[in-house]
């Protein structure tokens, strides 16, 4: 992965399919706003936003305008840095499916590169609902514009969620490959461009002292928890027909789990980084000596502090009688020599008490107790836990003797946090990936095979499920940690959750 890079980053045009959606204002456009602001973007930049919504160069860049003052962490707006960039913000109203609509815009890209220097490299962005990627894909190839002419390039990036399934996703990387070479195509996982899981690695591979025991012989198991405590807001629709399996689990979950699990790369290039991951992937499967292996919950009316809650199916867009699971617990195991034999319990929710990701390793119990039985009950197992997101950082439980004449021993948290420790925040992790796929750096994107490789785990899952075989979806109300089965699932192992 290149750092330090702002005279690496080539001239380009950014075309933003879907430019009148939501993730074009919460999350690309305050992006480029930041990347500019910190003189990360070339001089010759442009974006192009692309959708069915009439609209001017002027009305895109002012609703642009009030995205950024609401969601930028860099507010409030530099006027004179608002004014440059605001220039560049050029709008195509066009129909996806129409081929002229596509030779105009291919016209603007013309004369883009003309008034902005932006030398024929294109960055196509899909931001708009998936069922129209490969229509958008199919216009692009038939107008020639992801050609790549000597000297110019042409990506692409692909929003989640990439495919529904095993074969919706080949079918989908069979269709991109027709006009797109893999080395073109950067499919998004904004976990990925969070910094503190891009430390997981790091925190690995930097370090003596961890990998030696990041392994069977030590790792009692590993917990990997994405709890939300927002709801399905104003996305039921979508939700509905993905449920946090699809909209969490296939994706950002077993990211996380693919980071601890991976073997060290040989070197950290795109490939060999993501060669290992997909080794991981390989390697899981979901556990089925307690049913299929996972616990589905949806959430009910509750309440959320003091604030009351409806349940999922009094949501927007989503039917009264949804079976969709808004909670899912599985326990995996990854069969290779690092970890055979030791469980990774994932879950992740929504409407749960707090926002928090953390994925915690806990260590075996030291072979030998050598204190007295009172004290041996207060014993309890070290863990290391890399707090994700919101408090980030990394700690470690160990035992300590309480001070005094008795053996008593208590549990002490060594505590790393990066607000503490660092004074620059965080970039977004948009910020990241954009910049990233500028530079043509894809270790932070998923590759085809690590796409299709998540599905073949979750797909069975959904097959057990639509089927009648798998778990059954539980009932939890809002603003608890999910259904009380979850609980029994991780304790009939002498286990049990995190507390946060
Ligand atoms: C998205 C999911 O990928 O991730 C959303 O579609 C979820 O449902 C979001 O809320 C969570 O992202 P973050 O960065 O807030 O943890």
Redesign the pocket.
């Known amino acids: 992965m290149k750092r330090d890079t702002q005279h690496l980053t080539d001239p380009c045009v950014m075309v933003i399919f879907g430019a009148s959606g939501d993730l074009t204002s919460r999350k690309l456009i305050p992006a480029l706003y930041n990347l500019v602001c910190n003189g990360f973007l070339p001089q010759a930049f442009a974006v192009v936003g692309f959708a069915r919504t009439s609209k001017t160069d002027e009305v895109f860049r002012q609703e642009m305008h009030d995205a950024v003052q609401e969601f930028s962490h860099a507010t409030p707006i530099n006027d004179q840095a608002w004014g440059e960039f605001a220039q560049c913000l050029h709008y195509c109203v066009g129909d996806y499916g129409k081929e002229e609509d596509y030779e105009a815009l291919h016209r603007t890209l013309l004369q883009i590169d003309e008034q902005h220097g932006t030398h024929g490299n294109r960055l196509y962005y899909l931001a708009t609902p998936p069922d129209i990627y490969p229509i958008i894909v199919e216009q692009i190839g038939h107008s020639l514009l992801c050609k790549e002419c000597p000297g110019q390039w042409s990506r692409i990036i692909v929003e989640?969620p990439f495919g529904h399934d095993l074969d919706s996703a080949r079918e989908l990387n069979a269709h991109m490959h027709q006009y797109f070479q893999e080395d073109q195509i950067y499919r998004i996982d904004?976990?990925l461009g969070k910094e503190t899981v891009q430390n997981i690695l790091v925190f690995r591979f930097s370090n003596g002292i961890f990998e030696p025991i990041w392994n069977r012989r030590y790792v009692d198991s590993v917990q990997v928890t994405?709890a939300?405590s927002?709801g399905v807001e104003n996305?039921g629709s979508y939700?509905d027909h993905a449920g946090v399996i699809r909209?969490?689990i296939q994706n950002?979950v077993l990211q996380l789990v693919a980071l601890t699990g991976m073997e060290p790369p040989v070197e950290f290039t795109a490939d060999a980084v993501r060669n290992e991951k997909v080794k991981v992937l390989k390697a899981l499967h979901v556990d089925h000596a307690h049913g299929d292996g996972t616990v589905r919950g949806q959430y009910g009316p509750g309440k959320m502090g003091q604030q009351l809650a409806p349940g999922y199916t009094q949501e927007q867009g989503v039917p009264a009688d949804s079976q969709t699971e808004t909670y899912l617990a599985m326990k995996l195991f990854i069969d290779n020599w690092r970890w055979a034999g030791v469980p990774f319990y994932v879950r992740s929710g929504k409407r749960m008490p707090k926002r928090v990701?953390e994925i915690a390793i806990q260590f075996k119990m030291p072979p030998l107790l050598l204190f007295s039985d009172v004290a041996a009950q207060h014993i309890e197992p070290n863990t290391l836990a890399l707090n994700i997101?919101p408090d980030e950082g990394i700690s470690l439980k160990f035992g300590s003797k309480v001070p005094g004449s008795g053996e008593k021993i208590r549990p002490v948290i060594m505590d790393f946090k990066y607000g503490e420790a660092f004074n620059s925040p965080a970039p977004d992790?948009y910020e990241r990936l954009l910049l990233d796929c500028l530079l043509g750096d894809s270790t932070l994107f998923t590759r085809s095979d690590e796409v299709e490789t998540a599905w073949s785990l979750i797909t069975p899952v959904l097959q057990a499920w639509e089927g009648g075989s798998g778990s059954f979806i539980e009932l939890y109300r809002a603003g608890t940690w999910g259904p009380k089965q979850a609980d029994d699932f991780i304790q009939q192992d002498g286990r049990r959750w995190r507390i946060f």
């Open positions: 989640k904004h976990y994405v939300e927002i996305r939700y909209d969490m950002h990701s997101q992790a």
